[in-house]
């Protein structure tokens, strides 16, 4: 019989699960639609050498997909569906450019997994908080860089180079 993830993956991909190469793609969903442009290129880089598990994301009616799909699944299947599929990829790409606190957690949860990252971060969001953080009841919005302390290098892009940085970026991370 087939999990509720493996089924939503076959209605949002038209395409089964196995044990292709898989790349997980995180951004912002409940902050808005900044920086879809972007991501859409990023994505479609991605494309080049894996199956995007997560490119629903960056689809066009992704808060109207997500809004019914949630008001059917309380927040822990969404939190499921995101883990299992995270879990199930080889790599993990994630634009950090909308603070959030859902891409911070995968962010988070790649590094537990030993699963290799690379971050990319609109070059104007530069020292901005990117992430929520909850603890004891306080928030705390550090910056990426202070969370991860160089671990993983932050990719900066601007609206103009995004092709060309996604493009060698992706190529040189997916050809190790």
Avoid at 24 to 35: E, I, L, M, Q
Avoid at 51 to 58: G, P
Avoid at 99 to 114: C, D, L, M, P
């Amino acid at each position: 019989m087939k999990s509720l993830i493996e089924l939503q993956y076959e209605v949002i991909t038209g395409r089964r699960l196995n044990d292709e190469a898989y790349s997980y793609f995180a951004r912002a969903v409940r902050g808005g639609r900044k920086n879809l442009i972007n991501d859409k290129v990023i994505v479609s880089e991605m494309e080049k050498y894996s199956t995007v598990l997560s490119k629903h994301v960056v689809l066009r009616r992704v808060h109207a997909y997500e809004r019914e799909w949630q008001r059917r699944h309380p927040d822990i299947d969404v939190y499921h569906r995101d883990i299992i599929l995270l879990s199930k990829s080889k790599k993990f790409v994630a634009d950090l450019t909308v603070e959030s606190a859902g891409v911070g957690y995968e962010a988070a949860s790649a590094q537990i997994f030993g699963i290799p990252s690379l971050l990319f971060c609109h070059e104007k969001e530069r020292g901005r908080p990117t992430m929520v953080i909850y603890f004891d009841g306080k928030t705390y919005t550090p910056t990426i860089d202070e969370v991860l302390r160089n671990k993983t290098p932050i990719i900066y892009f601007n609206d103009k180079n995004i092709r060309e940085v996604a493009r060698r970026e992706i190529a040189e991370f997916f050809n190790k």
